[in-house]
């Protein structure tokens, strides 16, 4: 007994000895983790380093490269507000994710962010916006430079996607990159182009049926407005670009006139026209269109390949759009309900014309009016651009068999199509006014990534690793190393 007491008390002696080492260790090392927790954090509070990392997949916390682009060529002071009692930002998850991107911001020495509390600051929102104009309000974020203001809608930072099919919300997007940057362009800039939205052919209303276009464009600095050519003796100085979008019946003789002096001195025209079914004729704008090249057809286009239209639905034609020197990346469009684009054989040396879209050889153009003739057989052109050289300065032409892509409708309808084709029409202004670093910062999800399973196999084989296997792994780890501890 006594000899087998001694080898207990050994083997007591050698656990007591390694158990109080590993506690002193785990104790030492967690003292030593809290430490240097403290210290990076206090660091990064004080600015001295940026120790933060962007894990996210869709890198919700960073700035692209064209942000960064804008911001490096600020040559102007720029104020970010955020109308919020700090303690408000500090315990809202949304409002933290924005402040965290716009510390962004602030790392260009031209951009300064500053969260003030109206409550608490009287007179601050009539020092940020004098005139009143801009409603702004507590909960708001403002971007201003000199006596430029933008205020930044909802809808402008977050919005929601829905499953139009069911009316369920199915994910959030984070736009806030695209509205902020955007709206220091436009306060930065110098000049604001005004692009008009004609009226009185049954067009949309801008403010009604094209308003997140509307947002897009003024992001880019631009005005946008609305116009009555019947009413107006010519197209106004200031414009632009002159945008007929969905008309349903012609212009007059005196409008087209009036198009035509604009053209003729530089002018630049996108002119978006649908498919319709009471198939009126447009002999105003053909005449107009002819000293383009340029005519139309009045016929629905249709695909009869399932891979290039929306499911169930062939006259909403997807369509490849490479880049070109009008447009320069790759897009997909959706165009539904759309009629087709001809270009003239009466070529003349002083006019360009650049085919964007085509839809494929197995399409069809079916006409309205079955009595005119045979259907237009693909490949059918779906949108075209023009550079005229033949007057008094270059004018271009936007010219497409599609309106609604572009409107409200189309986003609910259609969703991330909408994004693709508004991108497209913002970047085919750039082209018209020589513009570069157009913001079109894509929408970052906000949904959490998950792992699908495709088969009732992987998510078997998934359980079993989880459930079994691994469990099975660590606890025989476990027995092992605690049999060469007893052996010590």
Do not use: C
């Amino acid at each position: 007994m006594g000899k087998i007491g001694n080898i207990m008390r050994s083997i007591n002696k050698r656990s007591l000895k390694y158990g109080s080492l590993s506690i002193v260790l785990i104790a030492a090392a967690v003292a030593v983790a809290i430490i240097v927790n403290l210290l990076v954090t206090a660091i990064q509070d004080r600015g001295i380093i940026n120790m933060k990392f962007d894990l996210t997949s869709s890198r919700l916390y960073s700035i692209g490269d064209t942000t960064k682009e804008i911001l490096q060529q600020l040559d102007k002071d720029v104020e970010i507000y955020g109308l919020f009692d700090i303690g408000e930002i500090n315990s809202n998850l949304s409002l933290k994710q924005i402040k965290e991107v716009l510390s962004q911001y602030e790392k260009y020495g031209h951009v300064q962010v500053k969260y003030l509390d109206p409550d608490k600051e009287p007179g601050l929102i009539n020092e940020i916006d004098p005139t009143g104009l801009k409603d702004i309000r507590k909960g708001d974020f403002v971007v201003k430079s000199g006596s430029k203001v933008r205020k930044l809608l909802a809808n402008e930072i977050y919005r929601t996607e829905y499953d139009y099919q069911t009316g369920q919300a199915t994910g959030a997007s984070f736009i806030g990159e695209q509205g902020f940057t955007g709206a220091i362009k436009y306060v930065a800039s110098d000049k604001t182009p005004v692009v008009y939205f004609t009226q009185g052919h049954e067009e949309g209303q801008v403010e009604s049926n094209y308003t997140l276009l509307k947002t897009q464009l003024e992001s880019n600095n631009y005005e946008v407005k609305s116009i009555n050519l019947m009413i107006e003796e010519k197209v106004p100085e200031d414009a632009e670009i002159l945008i007929v979008a969905s008309p349903k019946i012609d212009i007059s003789v005196q409008e087209k006139n009036k198009l035509k002096d604009y053209l003729k001195n530089g002018g630049k025209a996108v002119l978006l026209f649908d498919s319709l079914e009471s198939n009126p004729k447009f002999p105003q704008f053909e005449d107009l269109l002819a000293e383009y090249n340029i005519g139309l057809n009045y016929d629905k286009v249709k695909e009869t390949d399932p891979q290039r239209y929306y499911p169930g639905d062939p006259s909403a034609v997807v369509l490849d759009v490479p880049a070109s020197n009008v447009i320069q990346r790759e897009y997909q469009l959706l165009l539904a309900g759309s009629r087709s684009i001809k270009v003239l054989k009466n070529q003349k040396d002083y006019i360009t014309v650049t085919s964007l879209m085509k839809t494929s050889a197995k399409a069809v153009g079916e006409q309205i009016d079955k009595s005119v003739g045979p259907d237009n057989q693909g490949p059918l052109d779906l949108g075209v651009a023009v550079e005229h050289n033949g007057g008094t300065k270059q004018s271009k032409l936007l010219v497409m068999g599609n309106g609604l892509f572009i409107s409200d409708a189309a986003r609910q309808q259609y969703g991330q199509y909408f994004d693709y084709g508004n991108n497209f029409f913002t970047m085919s202004l750039s082209w018209m006014m020589d513009k570069k670093n157009e913001v079109v910062i894509e929408a970052k999800s906000l949904d959490t990534e998950r792992l699908n399973m495709t088969s009732a196999a992987q998510a078997n084989t998934v359980a079993l690793l989880t459930v079994i296997v691994f469990p099975l792994l660590i606890l025989g780890f476990g027995i092992f190393v605690w049999i060469r501890r007893r052996h010590l």
